[in-house]
């Protein structure tokens, strides 16, 4: 059975970029446009990891992040950060709110991919 991976970004071509790479591994994709879509597809299913961009509207990663370790279905699913921002204090911050890893965007998809092989939940 394929892992679940769970993509937010505002951007749909960043969506697709990211959906097109994870898929062609191998692995399920749900995409959301931001923290409360997002949210709002929590539906119990387990979720191996989290691609989740920084600044979105509506609800920011952060707040998506807070949001989602207060469930218990996924308050220890690992959680990326696919961001242009590069500021310690908002890495920073990511981290304290429970994120993993960093990408900064533009990425390769090969690193991408690297990474979410080591995170990603069994």
């Given at each position: 059975m394929a892992k679940t991976i769970m993509i937010v970004d505002d951007a749909p071509s960043?969506?697709?970029?990211?959906?097109?790479a994870l898929r062609g591994a191998g692995y399920d994709v749900v995409e959301a446009s931001n923290g409360q879509d997002a949210a709002g597809k929590l539906d119990g299913r387990k979720l191996h990891l989290v691609i989740c961009d920084l600044n979105m509207p509506i609800m920011d990663g952060i707040g998506f992040l807070e949001a989602i370790r207060t469930l218990p279905n996924y308050r220890f699913t690992p959680v990326i950060m696919l961001t242009t921002e590069t500021a310690?204090?908002?890495?920073?911050r990511a981290r304290q709110a429970g994120?993993?890893?960093?990408l900064t965007k533009p990425f390769q998809p090969s690193t991408m991919l690297d990474a979410v092989a080591k995170i990603c939940l069994p």
């Open positions: 960043v969506r697709q970029v990211v959906s097109m310690d204090d908002k890495k920073s994120a993993k890893a960093w």
